[in-house]
């Protein structure tokens, strides 16, 4: 079992930035790869972007690439998205999840174990 806890939502202003964490306990974090999805009020929650277990690659929707950078720190069991350059549709719960597999599947909900229970990034002027 794998715990993920997200922080670091709010409330900002378009063009602000913010990042987000998330916090992972349980099983060795490092066997998983992670990913960030988001869920808009009214819509199917959408992949954001992800990273594999060593950190070594990173893939974008493409509405966040260039905006969004994803990392990790395996030390310290934490996964993060920087977001920059914020947009009133980036608007949604954002979560975390992670997965023992890594393959070409990183951007499907099915295809991750474990979820976070999600935080809200409100973008508005």
């Known amino acids: 079992q794998v715990h993920l806890v997200e922080s670091g939502g709010g409330l900002v202003q378009p063009g602000e930035s913010l990042r987000l964490s998330c916090a992972a306990s349980?099983?060795?974090?490092?066997?998983?790869?992670m990913g960030w999805f988001r869920q808009a009020p009214g819509k199917e929650r959408e992949f954001v972007a992800a990273i594999s277990w060593s950190g070594g690659s990173t893939s974008y929707a493409n509405s966040v690439k260039g905006r969004f950078t994803i990392s990790r720190v395996n030390a310290k069991n934490t996964v993060y998205v920087q977001m920059n350059s914020l947009k009133p549709e980036d608007t949604a719960v954002y979560y975390c999840?992670?997965?023992?597999?890594?393959?070409?599947?990183?951007?499907?909900?099915?295809?991750?174990?474990?979820w976070g229970q999600g935080t809200q990034v409100t973008v508005s002027s």
């Open positions: 349980g099983r060795t974090f490092s066997n998983y790869a």
């Open positions: 999840a992670a997965t023992l597999g890594g393959g070409s599947s990183y951007y499907r909900t099915d295809e991750y174990q474990y």
